[in-house]
């Protein structure tokens, strides 16, 4: 008997939102920890900030059946005076960092929430091996600085090409299936 190996489960369909639900923010909070501690090794314990207390968080939800079941991508949203606002802490989970379009509709979410509540000025310290996808998203380096031992491009936002997206989500996202 031949067994051939069998293909981890991944949803099609995708809600990307602010958190509404406190199971929402802990899972998102459970994800940074698993990419920027466990994974990629930036942080020991957490990666816990003075930014968390007043950040909006933003979560990638995989549906199955119609619902949501699990956080598979967060990005944080915050603003330290009034028009400008800061994106940190992007993460995306392992087996579904080929969906590209997760992590750039966590990005369009982010941007477009922040417009619709105010931001003129739009920031993320990106990781340099990240810089081009926020490049085709239409940011800008403005230079590259050394954050937890990995190089980071400072970046902002063309904030011509981001709506205000005041309800706090996108439709929602569907990934085409692949032929087996």
């Known amino acids: 008997m031949i067994l051939e190996p069998v293909k981890p489960f991944r949803s099609c369909e995708y809600a990307v939102k602010t958190t509404t639900e406190a ?3 802990r899972a998102a909070r459970t994800l940074r920890q698993t990419v ?3 994974e990629q090794r930036l942080f020991e314990d957490n990666d816990d900030d003075a930014h968390d207390h007043h950040a909006i968080t933003i979560v990638a939800l995989a549906y199955v059946a119609g619902g949501p ?14 028009g400008i606002w800061y994106g940190s802490r992007l993460a995306v989970a392992r087996g579904y960092r080929r969906d590209a379009h997760l992590g750039s ?7 477009g929430h922040a417009r619709a509540l105010g931001c003129e000025s739009f920031f993320a310290q990106v990781q340099a091996a990240n810089e081009a996808l926020f490049q085709r998203l239409h940011w800008h380096n403005l230079r590259y600085q050394t954050l937890h031992g990995l190089e980071h491009a400072l ?5 011509s090409h981001y709506p205000p997206l005041p309800e706090g989500r996108l439709p929602l996202l569907t990934r ?3 032929a087996s």
Do not use: K, N
């Open 105 to 111: 509709a966590l990005i369009r979410l982010a941007v």
């Open 155 to 159: 970046m902002r936002a063309d904030l």
């Open 23 to 25: 199971w929402e923010y």
């Open 36 to 38: 920027f501690c466990q």
């Open 69 to 82: 079941e699990e956080v598979v991508g967060t990005v944080r949203i915050h603003s330290d005076r009034p």
């Open 176 to 178: 085409a299936r692949r």
